[in-house]
T-cell receptor, first 115, second 116 residues
């Protein structure tokens, strides 16, 4: 079984600063994928970034980067140059194995960007 | 990128009525559709997984007779909440996936259900 742990219920960051949202995971599958989603108050799930367990390099997408430390089973999201529009809930998720397996989500972290 | 539409976006209904939520994949074939439920200030919880043309697989604790899932085509999956009660009020969101690739999975915008 897969498990995702996000230990930060809420985070504050000053506008234009960088922030790291923590995520640790547990799985027995040798192949898995890690995802980060942003959920604004509208409720839609916005895909941010993906990291495969066999990827050699950390994933990056614009201002988002994933600090993947496989031995520690962590997949922290780093948001650089925070913007007011980044204020939202952020969910870390994992899909284990291959095929049509569902995503397992962490409890989420609410990020508030302060002007 | 690929789009999944979901309708209705919001619905208010009386207790005891049934509500149907539709998810359509607009430019890809959703061989698998996942249905999630999210209560306020909580995470997404998987309700069921459906593969096109097959019966849905429900998670433990989810009543299959109450939450009817139909995935009759590669572009349409429906979730019907039968005899809805106030405790069914929640945010329901679908996620479509094409094949087995990790990246080809897309969420619908969600449906807010309020049962009075």
């Amino acid at each position: 079984a897969q498990k995702i742990t996000q230990t930060q219920p809420g985070m504050f960051v000053q506008e234009k600063e960088a922030v790291t949202l923590d995520c640790t995971y547990d799985t027995s599958d040798p192949s898995y994928g890690l995802f980060w989603y942003k959920q604004p108050s509208s409720g839609e799930m916005i895909f941010l970034i993906y990291q495969g367990s066999y990827d050699q390099q950390n994933a990056t997408e614009g201002r988002y980067s994933l600090n993947f430390q496989k031995a520690r089973k962590s997949a922290n999201l780093v948001i650089s140059a925070s913007q007011l529009g980044d204020s939202a809930m952020y969910f870390c998720a994992m899909r284990g194995g291959s095929g049509n397996t569902p995503l397992v989500f962490g409890k989420g972290t609410r990020l508030s960007v302060i002007a | 990128g690929a789009v999944v539409s979901q309708h209705p976006s919001r619905v208010i209904c009386k207790s005891g009525t049934s509500v149907k939520i539709e998810c359509r994949s607009l430019d890809f074939q959703a061989t698998t559709m996942f249905w999630y439920r999210q209560f306020p200030k909580q995470s997404l919880m998987l309700m069921a997984t459906s593969n096109e043309g097959s019966k849905a697989t429900y998670e433990q604790g989810v009543e299959k007779d109450k939450f009817l899932i139909n995935h009759a085509s590669l572009t349409l999956s429906t979730l019907t909440v039968t005899s809805a009660h106030p405790e069914d009020s929640s945010f329901y969101i679908c996620r479509g996936q094409e094949g087995a690739a990790q990246e080809t999975q897309y969420f619908g915008p969600g449906t807010r259900l309020l049962v009075l």
